[in-house]
């Protein structure tokens, strides 16, 4: 871009500033008159608003204690109700223990003096299922005749009672004077619930709902007797009309009451005020009892949009009263003052309608003077502010045209000077950086030249082939970084042996690289030089690696001396992976080792030595931990087992596949994985003396 347009960009700046100013003024100008109106409007809406929330409120309010209120009412009404009907369960019950200790103290003392005759089919009967004679029916007769007259006197003082009467375990059973009938004899009453419940709880104890012969609902009270050795006698039972005890209790005429009824746990409705069937179809019915647990509910209350309900447990028989109020009825009152209230705020509302609309014009008055204001000091400005800005716009040019010499002149203490000021503090750091960057790329490429030209002397200490007769032999070594810690190693020893050797030094990078450089030729050395066994050479190693070791570096390693002759191989372990060996059926295992600490650990071990030996066809591999312990993106190492796998599987490939094999099957493994450990493999395999497999120097 040229000067002068430059300039006149500059120029256009200050005109937009103005514009944008004026715009902005009469935009807020605007919108403040939209609010204004916007909130006039809103006041008589929040007021409505609030009106409504307060009535609200306090419908709620009202609601919530009305229906607390109605709630317990509910539940006192329901534990009443219950308890009255309770008292006359528990008053029957009473007369049912107090005559069962009476024919107790009968049966025990062997009736009475003068028993009472009794007329068949009228008070007693034998269930045809019972197998008794004669004898006994005289005798049975004789001791307990006088239960009639019993029966007959609690029948007159209790009339809720229905019926009364004994069952005895040899089938006959005795009642009250002219109360069994003849159909009564086709069955047989010890199979009746009841009497099961009672002998199995040994105590009094209240059936179930069942409805009789004469359709209406009724409900035994029994009890087992016993004798004085404890042996049971039969059944005492009384007969109850339910819909005579409760009667009086559901006859529910009061406004408020929905219904009232009585229910099972099982959510069968027993007695109610409108009808069993009529309060089953109810939909407050069925609410109720999906929103309750009906084995465990004792005394409580459950309410919706139209009933309140309270329900309480009757105790002697475990069945639930339950009471419903009328919603609507009970919530009137409330209604009425709700219409009280929004009458008072609808007259309220009026006079802030007249005082707000004198209080907009005056708001308008005002902002018709702010607007002026805002066009004066807009215009002045734009341009106080457009000139620092050419200032700083043209220097930025300079700059960015590369004349990082260029330096502001002090425009004032405001962001304007603070940015010219940074702008002089940013071009001298950036002078400076960029020599820091000139010097580090420099270095840079130093080291990575240096880094190179060690990666190729360590990779050229290691032997590429050797003349061996009968035997093949390769390795290879890639590390991780630029330079590794891992060799291999393999030279004659004398005419006739093979030395072969595999470390791995601790550590990465430079300094593992110049110790195994160390480690290399002070084992070859100590090889060459040592006229004994393989564990002596390991000593000796160690001690002369140990002796100089600041870095406190160590070495694991697997060291071979083979006789070329016999194949038989004499080694020892530092600390190394076992080799694996490929036999010549194909099967393939790990030659068993004695481990022992690595090189440079410390002074004086000694390493025991092993022997094995090498036949024609076999395949010695060696190799270091950065193969087993390859990992892939999962971070699952590549282990022993795939290991054994794919040396079984590249068998019958020459030497040098062997040891690529391996390698390749280590890469498809990792895939992309970052890996970062060297990885160094060695094969041996023992061929005839007339066959050998070309050398591959790569």
């Not at 306090?58 to 607390?68: A, D, F, G, H, S």
């Not at 209604?335 to 309608?353: F, H, L, R």
């Not at 071979?560 to 190394?576: F, K, N, P, Q, W």
């Not at 059926?585 to 390493?607: C, Q, R, S």
């Amino acid at each position: 871009m040229k000067d002068d347009e430059w300039r006149r960009y500059i120029m256009s700046i200050g005109k937009k500033i103005l514009l944008s100013l004026l715009g902005l003024s009469l935009l807020v100008t605007l919108l403040l008159c939209a609010v204004s109106i916007y909130g006039f409007y809103d006041i008589k809406a929040t007021f409505q608003e609030e009106n409504k929330v307060a009535i609200d409120e306090l419908y709620e309010k009202n609601v919530t204690e009305i229906t607390k209120s109605s709630s317990k009412l509910a539940v006192s009404l329901a534990d009443y109700y219950a308890q009255t009907i309770n008292i006359n369960f528990e008053r029957i019950m009473g007369e049912l223990n107090t005559l069962k200790g009476d024919i107790e103290t009968l049966y025990n003392n062997g009736g009475t003096n003068s028993p009472i005759a009794l007329r068949r089919h009228q008070e007693y009967i034998i269930s045809q299922a019972a197998n008794i004679n004669a004898e006994e029916v005289r005798q049975t007769l004789k001791v307990l005749s006088a239960t009639t007259p019993m029966f007959d006197n609690i029948l007159s003082i209790e009339p809720n009672i229905s019926l009364a009467y004994l069952v005895l375990e040899n089938g006959m059973a005795i009642s009250s004077t002219n109360i069994f009938y003849e159909s009564v004899e086709k069955s047989d009453m010890r199979t009746r619930s009841w009497y099961k419940d009672a002998v199995a709880a040994g105590t009094s104890r209240w059936s179930d709902l069942y409805i009789g012969t004469d359709s209406r609902n009724y409900i035994t009270c029994a009890t087992p007797i016993y004798d004085k050795q404890g042996t049971l006698l039969g059944v005492l039972a009384f007969d109850l009309r339910v819909s005579e005890i409760s009667e009086k209790t559901l006859n529910v005429k009061n406004s408020s009451f929905i219904s009232a009824f009585i229910m099972s746990r099982q959510g069968t409705v027993l007695l109610s005020s409108q009808g069993i069937k009529e309060t089953e179809n109810e939909s407050f019915f069925k609410k109720f009892i999906s929103s309750i647990d009906l084995k465990t509910a004792m005394s409580a209350y459950y309410s919706d949009d139209r009933s309140i309900i309270g329900y309480a447990q009757i105790k002697s028989t475990d069945w639930l009263m339950v009471t419903v109020l009328d919603y609507d009825v009970m919530m009137a009152p409330v209604q009425s003052v709700a219409d009280s209230v929004s009458n008072t705020g609808a007259k309220m509302e009026q006079v802030i309608i007249d005082e707000t609309q004198k209080v907009f014009i005056i708001f308008l008055i005002i902002i018709l003077l702010l607007l002026i204001l805002v066009f004066m000091t807009s215009t002045r400005l734009s341009k106080s502010i457009t000139k620092p800005v050419g200032i700083l716009a043209d220097g930025a040019k300079i700059i960015g045209d590369g004349n990082l010499d260029y330096e502001f002149a002090d425009l004032g203490t405001d962001e304007m000077g603070m940015l010219a000021a940074t702008f002089n503090g940013m071009t001298l750091r950036l002078k400076e950086y960029m020599g820091q960057v000139a010097k580090s790329a420099a270095e840079k490429q130093r080291l990575e030249s240096e880094l190179d030209v060690a990666r190729n002397i360590q990779l050229g200490m290691l032997p590429k082939m050797i003349d061996c007769p009968g035997y093949d032999v390769t390795g290879m070594m890639l590390p991780a970084k630029e330079v590794g810690g891992d060799f291999y190693d393999f030279f004659m020893v004398g005419e006739d042996k093979l030395c072969f050797v595999v470390a791995d030094v601790s550590g990465k990078g430079v300094g593992a690289a110049l110790f195994m450089t160390v480690a290399k030729m002070v084992i070859k050395t100590a090889a060459q030089a040592n006229t004994g066994t393989v564990d002596e050479l390991l000593c000796m190693a160690n001690n002369l690696l140990c002796e100089e070791n600041p870095a406190q570096l160590f070495v694991t390693a697997y060291v071979g001396i083979m006789d070329l002759e016999t194949g038989e191989v004499s080694y020892a372990c530092a600390g190394h992976n076992p080799p694996v060996i490929m036999h010549r059926d194909g099967t393939v295992e790990f030659i068993p080792i004695k481990h022992k600490l690595p090189l440079a650990a410390m002074e004086g071990i000694n390493y025991p030595i092993m022997h094995m030996q090498l036949l024609e066809g076999e395949t010695f591999v060696l190799y270091t931990d950065g193969v087993t312990e390859a990992t892939n993106k999962d971070n699952e190492l590549y282990g022993d087992a795939r290991l054994l796998e794919i040396v079984k599987a590249v068998r019958v490939s020459s030497i040098h596949e062997v040891v690529k094999g391996i390698k390749a099957d280590v890469d498809i493994f990792v895939g992309e994985a970052p890996q970062f450990d060297d990885i160094t493999i060695m094969a041996i395999r023992k061929i005839s003396r007339e066959k050998r497999e070309p050398q591959d120097e790569k």
